[in-house]
């Protein structure tokens, strides 16, 4: 008998190790908080750049009104949610509800990938000026004096001459 057909009688997967050895009560435990928590997936560096956020944010830069941000890790990601809190009567009875406001993730770990200008959430505030300086990076020489139409138009439609940024 080959080894592949011995080991689908034992019920394994060929080239499986047996399963790891059972956790201790305290480690699963521990290990269970941390996960009810959603601080078992969310490193360091992360937990620091999402509590800038939250401190940072007062209002929902979606719709503007108030309420409060959470976070919700999924697979190696986390997800910025914010949180409205509503009454709503149903039967006579009023009842707290929430809406929430998806605001996107904390990192664009995908777009990253694929695109060298470095995408950023509509939480980063100067990810405008940075997209359009590493897309500046990219560009030859006729693309750039094309541009440069571009941005004196744009400059005479705001209202300020060229002449009245260069003093």
């Known amino acids: 008998m080959t080894r592949r057909k011995a080991s689908r009688r034992r019920g394994r997967r060929p080239g499986r190790r047996a399963a790891r050895r059972p956790r201790k009560a305290e480690e699963r435990a521990e290990a269970e908080a ?8 969310i490193p360091e560096e992360a937990k620091a750049a999402l509590e800038e956020v939250r401190r940072r944010l007062d ?8 309420g ?3 976070s919700k890790p999924l697979g190696n990601q986390i997800y910025l949610y914010y949180v409205h809190p509503i009454r709503v ?7 707290r509800r929430v809406r929430k406001c998806y605001l996107g993730p904390l990192v664009y770990k995908a777009a990253q ?3 060298p200008l470095g995408l950023s959430g509509f939480l980063d505030e100067g ?15 006729r693309e750039l004096l ?4 571009k941005i004196d138009e744009r400059i005479r439609f705001l209202g300020g001459g060229a002449e009245a940024h260069a003093q």
Request: net charge negative.
């Open 34 to 41: 941390k996960a009810d928590k959603g601080e078992a997936r």
């Open 59 to 66: 209002r929902c830069p979606r719709c503007g009104e108030t």
């Open 68 to 70: 409060w941000m959470e």
């Open 89 to 95: 009567e149903e039967e006579g009875v009023i009842r």
């Open 113 to 115: 990938i694929a695109n």
């Open 127 to 141: 990810r405008f000026l940075r997209y359009a300086l590493a897309a500046i990076e990219k560009l030859d020489l």
């Open 146 to 149: 094309e541009l440069r139409e």
